[in-house]
């Protein structure tokens, strides 16, 4: 129960229509299949090491190893791209996920596990259409420039994705690890990205990386939408214009930094996420990795209530937010607006407890 009403609010969370703005493929896979593709791959890899990579207290692996071991050891043919991608869309749909955009690592599909883009974005793209029709959710591509790699190495995938151009890719982002990866190295592939008709988002300001690198993004690479976006809640006047321009950020309830670098006592109370929406920031909760971080979309909605002390009502304008800033058209747009909140309401009176 939480305060203002009887509500099950696991049940609550459960049936809120959603859309997923902030996934990454790789980052969803089923301790399962990570194991049947890694033996059928003959990846060095124990599946006491793969059960590693799924644990998350004490020392672990780390989320970023696990996806880059998927690259280089696991994924091999377009089928195990389509049993991943099925698979994601299968999970989020059993939470009432009705559009999800995921984030799809291009470079490492190519140089690492050696899968031409095409037949790559085929086999997702087909593994997207299967799930429609099974399942009722539409699943949208984010292509993403993997940050640790060169700025030619962003170029080249805006390159392949435009000589490819399939219209379940909607936009483009970037991934991986921020530090002393800043955004600005990236501005001609963002710029190529738009000219080819690209939305385009970025992760920024995620691993306690200044907020000038939110900045960048907004101004410089003229991103329609941030992901994660923390470090804004050291620049108030900043987050004021970003809150001001209506910009919408794609947040992260189990961030690994944070729960690496707060203390647990601390930990919810001091959580940028807390602070964004004190300061007035337009917020919506997504998984991020959602196998590695043993989270579920209605998880990570409930946790907005219970780690950050977010209301019904702000979750209602979460929801809201985040049918804001998918990269979907007006006219949809309206109709899943009225849609969604009449689901919400009817989510809230179906989980009221008499």
Not at 41 to 46: H, I, R
Not at 115 to 142: C, E, L, S, W
Not at 190 to 214: C, D, Q, S, V
Not at 219 to 235: F, S
């Amino acid at each position: 129960m939480i305060p203002g009403g009887p509500l099950d609010l696991e049940a609550f969370c459960q049936a809120i229509p959603k859309v997923e703005l902030h996934c990454h493929l790789l980052g969803t896979v089923r301790p399962a299949t990570f194991k049947a593709l890694a033996h059928a791959a003959k990846a060095p890899l124990s599946d006491e090491e793969i059960d590693g990579f799924y644990v998350r207290v004490g020392r672990f692996a780390g989320v970023l190893k696990a996806l880059r071991t998927l690259d280089a050891n696991v994924l091999r043919t377009p089928d195990d791209l389509h049993r991943v991608t099925y698979e994601y869309l299968e999970d989020a749909a059993a939470h009432n996920v009705r559009y999800a955009e995921f984030f799809w690592n291009p470079t490492g599909t190519v140089h690492r596990s050696g899968i031409p883009y095409d037949h790559a974005q085929d086999a997702i793209v087909r593994a997207i259409h299967d799930a429609t029709a099974d399942h009722g959710i539409i699943g949208r591509i984010v292509v993403a420039i993997d940050r640790e790699a060169s700025p030619a190495a962003a170029l080249e995938m805006v390159g392949w994705a435009r000589a490819h151009r399939r219209p379940e890719v909607v936009g483009l982002g970037i991934d991986y690890n921020e530090v002393d990866h800043p955004p600005e190295r990236f501005a001609e592939a963002y710029a190529a990205a738009r000219n080819a008709g690209l939305k385009t988002t970025a992760h920024a300001g995620e691993f306690g990386m200044p907020w000038t690198n939110i900045r960048t993004a907004v101004e410089e690479l003229q991103v329609d939408r941030i992901d994660h976006g923390y470090t804004i809640v050291d620049a108030p006047d900043y987050a004021r214009r970003c809150a001001a321009a209506g910009v919408v950020f794609t947040v992260v309830p189990t961030n690994s930094y944070y729960l690496r670098t707060l203390p647990p006592e601390r930990w919810a109370l001091d959580h940028p996420i807390r602070r964004m929406q004190e300061m007035g920031l337009r917020v919506h909760p997504n998984t991020d990795d959602p196998a590695f971080h043993l989270v579920t979309p209605s998880g990570a909605w409930r946790r907005m209530v219970d780690d950050f002390g977010f209301s019904i009502e702000q979750l209602r304008g979460c929801m809201l937010n985040g049918l804001d800033a998918a990269w979907i058209d007006e006219s949809t747009r309206r109709a899943w607006r009225a849609e969604f909140d009449a689901g919400f309401d009817r989510a809230q009176a179906l989980s009221s407890r008499p």
